[in-house]
């Protein structure tokens, strides 16, 4: 076997998962499908006969198993999602999630081990990337996570410490070279005083470190170039494109509550949500993308996140924002975001308009040093290395 192994790699690999695949499908389904079909009322009888969900095939990826299941005549897979967890008990999965194949088709995402409990490495500075494709991480399935921002906007939900800066700085890292090249251009709203988007300020064409007329007055400046751009397009084009000559821009709102929310001042909190909803509901087809990070996903805090289309929920405090985030009952189809480990910042589940099922990711691992890199890149100023003191006799720790 071992000769097999270093002879003939790739056919190894095949057979052995073809091997593990059906050995699952006999040992850990196939014996007990009947009963667990029985516990789980997935069965129906009609005229003293019984109708079981076919079990169709199965396949092992080593981090979870999927089976495909054909649902007897009659039923949702709403019924499926409502017994999930206890399809996860009896087949010993961690989870288990319920995705739409086709018609009368689903499959059971039985998941054994989380492929995202390390951190995903950040990619060298590349060149330009395609603003409908934006790479910002890795999914669970091992495919790089992309988000759309031409013709798009996100928003981030995640409590404190959940990695919603890694989504952030994965966005801009990958922007840098075109906004280096002046073909993107960065406006930045950070009302924490800076704690975030201060780190490289040189990156932004515009950015405020404060919450107050400043703030309010740079997004309604940005609204106002959203209906100028707007205007200029009329009766020319139907969007932007680089053709335009005008720079792609992305306006990044580090804390939208401290704006449209939990500012005292009401004059200037209702400026700030005009100023927003201006752009986001206009600002998409001028070439601006909105990326929105905030803590608390209420619709009193947000009211305007329907003009979202790109929605991702980080660490979650409570199973019920899991829905005000994503949309109304995608947590019973899988997206357990107040679940996600304290200990694996930056792991979201993300969902885009039209989109049924949420995809699970995590974003790059955006360290000091990476931002250090990042400046530097921008400014075009080489790293200046500084000595340790001489007296210097023990390490210490990074903030």
């Given at each position: 076997?071992?000769?097999?192994?270093w002879r003939?790699?790739?056919?190894?690999?095949?057979?052995?998962?073809?091997?593990?695949?059906?050995?699952?499908?006999?040992?850990v389904y196939?014996?007990?499908?009947?009963?667990?079909m029985?516990l789980?009322?997935?069965d129906?009888?009609?005229?003293?006969?019984?109708?079981l969900p076919?079990?169709?095939r199965t396949?092992?990826?080593?981090?979870?198993?999927?089976v495909?299941v054909r649902m007897?005549k009659?039923?949702?897979p709403?019924?499926w999602?409502?017994?999930?967890?206890?399809?996860?008990?009896?087949?010993?999965?961690?989870?288990c999630r319920?995705?739409?194949?086709?018609?009368?088709?689903?499959?059971?995402?039985?998941?054994h081990?989380?492929?995202?409990a390390?951190?995903?490495?950040?990619?060298?500075l590349?060149?330009?990337?395609?603003l409908?494709?934006?790479?910002v991480?890795?999914t669970?399935?091992?495919?790089?996570w992309?988000?759309?921002?031409l013709?798009?906007h996100?928003?981030?939900v995640?409590?404190?410490g959940?990695?919603?800066?890694?989504?952030?700085w994965?966005?801009?890292?990958?922007?840098a070279?075109?906004?280096?090249?002046?073909?993107v251009?960065?406006?930045?709203?950070?009302?924490k005083?800076?704690?975030e988007?201060?780190q490289?300020?040189?990156?932004?064409?515009r950015?405020?470190f404060?919450g107050?007329e400043a703030a309010?007055?740079?997004?309604?400046?940005t609204?106002?170039?959203?209906r100028?751009?707007?205007?200029?397009y009329r009766?020319?084009?139907?969007?932007?494109?680089p053709?335009t000559?005008?720079?792609?821009?992305v306006?990044?709102?580090?804390e939208?509550?401290?704006?449209?929310?939990?500012?005292p001042?009401?004059?200037?909190?209702?400026r700030?949500?005009?100023?927003l909803?201006t752009?986001?509901?206009?600002?998409?087809?001028?070439?601006?993308?909105?990326?929105g990070?905030?803590q608390d996903?209420?619709?009193?805090?947000?009211p305007?996140?329907?003009?979202?289309?790109?929605?991702v929920?980080?660490?979650?405090?409570?199973?019920?924002?899991v829905?005000?985030?994503l949309?109304?009952?995608?947590?019973?189809r899988g997206?357990?975001?107040?679940?996600?480990?304290?200990a694996?910042?930056?792991?979201?589940?993300v969902?885009?308009?039209g989109?049924?099922?949420?995809?699970?990711?995590?974003?790059?691992?955006?360290t000091d040093?990476?931002?250090?890199?990042?400046?530097?890149f921008?400014t075009?100023?080489?790293?200046t290395?500084?000595?340790?003191p001489?007296?210097?006799?023990?390490?210490?720790?990074?903030a």
């Amino acid at each position: 076997m071992l000769v097999w192994w270093w002879r003939a790699t790739d056919c190894f690999r095949v057979r052995m998962w073809w091997a593990r695949t059906e050995f699952r499908r006999v040992a850990v389904y196939a014996w007990q499908w009947r009963t667990v079909m029985r516990l789980a009322n997935l069965d129906a009888r009609a005229k003293a006969r019984e109708y079981l969900p076919r079990l169709r095939r199965t396949r092992s990826e080593g981090w979870r198993d999927r089976v495909r299941v054909r649902m007897v005549k009659g039923q949702a897979p709403e019924q499926w999602e409502a017994r999930a967890s206890g399809l996860a008990h009896s087949f010993r999965a961690r989870s288990c999630r319920v995705r739409v194949i086709k018609p009368g088709t689903i499959e059971l995402d039985l998941v054994h081990s989380d492929p995202l409990a390390q951190p995903v490495a950040l990619p060298g500075l590349g060149q330009a990337v395609d603003l409908r494709r934006v790479p910002v991480g890795r999914t669970e399935t091992g495919r790089p996570w992309r988000v759309r921002l031409l013709g798009n906007h996100v928003l981030t939900v995640g409590v404190t410490g959940a990695g919603k800066g890694s989504l952030l700085w994965s966005v801009v890292w990958a922007l840098a070279p075109m906004v280096k090249a002046g073909s993107v251009r960065l406006v930045g709203v950070d009302p924490k005083g800076g704690m975030e988007l201060g780190q490289v300020p040189e990156v932004f064409d515009r950015v405020v470190f404060e919450g107050g007329e400043a703030a309010v007055t740079l997004l309604e400046q940005t609204a106002a170039d959203v209906r100028e751009r707007a205007g200029s397009y009329r009766g020319v084009r139907r969007g932007w494109s680089p053709e335009t000559g005008d720079p792609f821009t992305v306006l990044v709102v580090d804390e939208l509550a401290d704006l449209i929310a939990y500012q005292p001042d009401k004059r200037l909190r209702e400026r700030a949500q005009g100023a927003l909803q201006t752009i986001a509901s206009q600002g998409r087809a001028p070439g601006l993308a909105v990326l929105g990070f905030v803590q608390d996903p209420r619709k009193e805090v947000v009211p305007f996140r329907h003009l979202f289309p790109t929605r991702v929920a980080m660490r979650l405090d409570e199973h019920t924002q899991v829905d005000m985030v994503l949309g109304d009952g995608v947590r019973a189809r899988g997206a357990t975001a107040h679940e996600i480990p304290e200990a694996t910042p930056g792991v979201a589940w993300v969902k885009q308009d039209g989109q049924r099922d949420p995809v699970r990711a995590r974003a790059f691992n955006v360290t000091d040093s990476n931002l250090v890199e990042l400046r530097h890149f921008i400014t075009g100023t080489a790293a200046t290395v500084i000595p340790f003191p001489e007296n210097t006799t023990h390490g210490g720790q990074a903030a």
